[in-house]
């Protein structure tokens, strides 16, 4: 753990004094001067994509000419945040954007900012319920959502009809489908969907903890060592889903929108997404159920320009930004304007995900204790797909995965 703490420290140093890149003071304003420390991921500062950062960073400064401000930019990705800016809160940046699984650790740390004011009455007015409950704890709200987060399933369309999609067992018998069951923000899906829980049924009580043992667990278990042996399903795991859409050797795969445009062009006319299917444990059908959670804008609590802030984090995370974005890097919007515009809700893969949130997903735990999750999940999902999890080991197997689960990580 501490060789862990001191790399990201090393990676927070890279950041600030190779990884940033500031712009001159705006057209000479007369307004107060402000600078301002703006992270976010790589994909998000790419001139090739528009540069959707440092855009609207420049429209928020022209509608603000009260503030003459200087922005320093950094790299980030979204799923980084909690290692990067908990680091050291007071240096790092005054608005950065971040994962909802972050949260916990970003509290811990007293590097978020909760929200108040006419930024929380504008956030509970522009999302969804449950785009508002991803990044809310304990009553309080800590950032403003830009696009939800979660995966669902993309199909050929002229292999698979509507009905076949319901059910994962009914494509299975029709072609080859890959699954990422090596990937631990995967294969909870199996687990939940046979009524494991992490947390409890809200993802919040902690001494709850993660429940995926039993007879329960025992049966989801028995059905992937099952699924690694049929001849129709393939772990995905580096690249392997997209290559096997653009040969042809894979009819789907299950992934988010960061592979939209990857997907449909190996797919082109036969392109289909759609929520998550059943699976059918010991005669029953189960729905399978994904993370969902959202990305969003935080402001640090130690800005010394936190009005300006709070502005800008309103802002990357409204209307207009949120429009940019999908037309930049097709990522799609929660704001539930936008969500009713014609083009935005002709796009399947909007309804993919809308409905993938509504009807076949759970709020991804943001606690802290949810952190030995990941790494044992990971393990537990490799050693079923190299086969060291078999018909005659998966219970024991599974019990010790069940402890490693709700075991603290060690300091």
């Known amino acids: 753990m501490k060789l862990k703490k001191l790399f990201a420290v090393l990676l927070v140093c890279a950041l600030v004094f190779t990884g940033c890149s500031s712009n001159d003071d705006n057209g000479g304003s007369d ?11 790589q994909e998000d500062q790419d001139t090739t994509k528009g540069n959707w950062l440092k855009k609207m960073c420049e429209e928020f400064a022209a509608l603000h000419p009260e503030w003459n401000i ?6 980030c990705a979204e799923s980084q945040a909690g290692e990067m800016v908990t680091q050291d809160p007071t240096s790092a940046a005054d608005v950065y954007m971040f994962a909802n699984d972050q949260l916990g650790a970003l509290i811990d740390a007293k590097a978020i900012s909760k929200l108040g004011g006419d930024t929380l009455t504008e956030i509970k007015a522009n999302n969804s319920e449950e785009m508002v409950d991803s990044v809310t704890h304990d009553g309080s709200v800590y950032g403003i959502p830009f696009t939800a987060n979660t995966w669902f399933m993309y199909y050929d369309t002229s292999v698979f009809s509507e009905e076949d999609i319901k059910s994962l067992d009914t494509m299975l018998s029709k072609a080859v489908i890959s699954f990422p069951i ?15 829980t992490l947390f409890g049924e809200d993802g919040i009580d902690a001494s709850a903890g993660i429940d995926f043992g039993g007879d329960k667990g025992y049966q989801v ?12 399903f393939v772990n ?4 392997s889903g997209i290559a096997g859409l653009r ?33 059918t444990i010991n005669g029953e059908s189960k729905q399978l159920r994904s993370f969902f959670g959202s990305k969003s804008i935080a402001v640090n609590p130690n800005s010394k320009n936190s009005e300006v802030a709070v502005a800008l984090a309103r802002y990357l995370g409204g209307e207009a930004a949120q429009k940019a974005h999908y037309e930049l890097r097709s990522i799609i919007p929660c704001n539930t304007a936008l969500l009713e515009d014609a083009t935005i809700a002709a796009d399947p893969v909007v309804t993919a995900q809308n409905d993938t949130v509504a009807n076949t997903s759970i709020l991804q735990p943001s606690i802290s204790e949810m952190t030995p999750y990941w790494d044992a999940a990971t393990i537990f999902g490799k050693a079923i797909v190299g086969g060291q999890i078999t018909s005659a080991n998966y219970k ?8 490693s689960l709700n075991t603290p990580e060690a300091e």
């Open 247 to 279: 040969d042809g050797s894979i009819k789907a795969m299950f992934s988010g929108t960061w592979v939209y445009e990857d997907v449909k062009e190996a797919l082109g006319d036969n392109f289909g997404a759609a929520q998550l299917p059943t699976i």
């Open 70 to 75: 200087k922005f320093v930019y950094g790299t």
């Open 31 to 41: 307004g107060e001067k402000v600078t301002l420390t703006v992270w976010g991921p």
């Open 221 to 232: 278990t028995e059905y992937l060592v099952n699924l690694m042996s049929n001849k129709n």
């Open 396 to 403: 024991e197997k599974l019990d010790a995965y069940v402890v």
């Open 236 to 239: 995905d795991a580096d690249g």
């Open 182 to 196: 090596s990937d631990a923000w995967y294969n909870a899906a199996f687990y939940v969907a046979n009524g494991g």
